[in-house]
């Protein structure tokens, strides 16, 4: 077996080895996979490499913050960010179908990752394109057909002809529990690395009804507030992940403060898991879902009511939409 310091050293030499003295893109989404994946090629090829990050307006507070600024003080990556959250709000207007929410999605995304990817590319002549590939994702994608389970992904796979990169994929023969132990190695803020798994389609398939500014204002208060409190109990490494869902177009009175009020539910679904397939709803300690409850409450004036969810996959899937 090998040491995590063996594997990155492997890994800078085999990456040297095939980049030589070309230019190289990689596409940050936030997560694990693609922040461990463009550090390793940093680590390789310095400022040879280019990363973007297309924040598309739907990540959770704080999570575009740990991009620009922890995961870039850590790296010392050269980082291109572009704001597109008006762009992928006013695709996302009066849109309610789950569905037609992740195809807008990823379509969005694979246009502004294509406009940066051009502007990278008409400045450096770019020949590589990282891809933050896992072991699973190699074995599940064998016959070409995905995961039915999985809900239709997106990532950057479809660029037009004239953006054909090669491949680095240098996490290809790694699992999840590996690639976390590596982004520690190389020194990635502990927020990115231990980051619970996230949807590429981000808060727009947690708002139940039509994503708005507002909505999604009230949903990363909420799921700040859950974040936290699961943090501060501990919990991070047994729980899977925990969508917090904002049922939008619901209503139901409560009394807060002065009198009567007419908010949104908010929904809990804290899962365990080994893979995501199949789950099960975890049995939080109730003083955690209390605090949680009256977190929300207390902090989050549009929200009059918090509900857990106590339903496994199958027959529910982990996600809402
Ligand atoms: P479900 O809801 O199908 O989710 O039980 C299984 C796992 O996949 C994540 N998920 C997605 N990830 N794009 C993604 O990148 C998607 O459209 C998507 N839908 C669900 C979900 O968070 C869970 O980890």
């Known amino acids: 077996t090998w040491t995590n310091d063996e594997i990155i050293d492997e890994q800078v030499?085999?990456?040297?080895?095939?980049?030589?003295?070309?230019?190289?893109?990689?596409?940050?989404?936030?997560?694990?996979?693609?922040?461990?994946?463009?550090?390793?090629?940093?680590?390789?090829?310095?400022?040879?490499?280019?990363?973007?990050?297309?924040?598309?307006?739907?990540?959770?507070?704080?999570?575009?913050?740990?991009?620009?600024?922890?995961?870039?003080?850590?790296?010392?990556?050269?980082?291109?960010?572009?704001?597109?959250?008006?762009?992928?709000?006013?695709?996302?207007?009066?849109?309610?179908?789950?569905?037609?929410?992740?195809?807008?999605?990823?379509?969005?995304?694979?246009?502004?990752?294509?406009?940066?990817?051009?502007?990278?590319?008409?400045?450096?002549?770019?020949?590589?394109?990282?891809?933050?590939?896992?072991y699973p994702d190699v074995?599940?994608?064998g016959g070409g057909t995905g995961t039915a389970n999985i809900k239709s992904h997106h990532n950057?796979?479809?660029?037009?002809?004239?953006?054909?990169?090669?491949?680095?994929?240098?996490?290809?023969?790694?699992f999840k529990d590996e690639v976390r132990a590596i982004g520690a190695a190389l020194g990635l803020p502990a927020e990115i690395v231990q980051r619970h798994p996230f949807p590429g389609p981000g808060l727009s398939i947690r708002i139940i009804g039509e994503v708005t500014r507002d909505r999604l204002d009230v949903l990363r208060a909420a799921d700040k507030i859950a974040r936290e409190e699961l943090t501060a109990a501990g919990l991070d490494r047994e729980i899977w992940?925990?969508?917090?869902?904002?049922?939008?177009?619901?209503r139901s009175v409560g009394v807060q403060g002065d009198g009567r009020t007419y908010g949104h539910p908010i929904v809990l679904r804290p899962?365990?898991?080994?893979?995501a397939m199949t789950a099960d709803w975890s049995r939080l300690p109730y003083d955690v879902i209390a605090r949680i409850s009256t977190r929300i409450t207390n902090e989050v004036p549009e929200?009059?009511?918090?509900?857990?969810?106590?339903?496994?996959?199958?027959?529910?899937?982990?996600?809402?939409?």
């Open 241 to 250: 992940q925990v969508p917090v869902v904002l049922l939008a177009d619901v």
């Open 271 to 275: 899962v365990s898991s080994e893979d």
């Open 139 to 141: 074995v599940e994608s």
């Open 13 to 134: 030499r085999a990456i040297r080895e095939q980049v030589g003295d070309k230019q190289v893109i990689c596409g940050l989404s936030g997560g694990v996979d693609s922040a461990v994946a463009a550090a390793l090629v940093q680590r390789a090829v310095g400022d040879q490499l280019t990363c973007v990050f297309v924040d598309h307006g739907l990540l959770r507070a704080g999570e575009a913050e740990q991009v620009e600024q922890d995961y870039v003080a850590a790296t010392g990556i050269k980082l291109k960010v572009v704001d597109a959250a008006d762009r992928f709000l006013n695709a996302l207007a009066g849109v309610t179908d789950p569905e037609q929410k992740r195809k807008i999605v990823g379509r969005e995304f694979i246009r502004v990752f294509e406009q940066a990817a051009r502007e990278v590319a008409a400045e450096n002549d770019v020949e590589f394109l990282v891809q933050g590939t896992l």
């Open 303 to 321: 929200v009059n009511r918090v509900v857990l969810d106590v339903t496994s996959k199958p027959p529910g899937t982990i996600e809402w939409e």
């Open 156 to 174: 950057v796979g479809g660029l037009p002809e004239d953006l054909k990169f090669t491949l680095i994929e240098p996490l290809r023969t790694l």
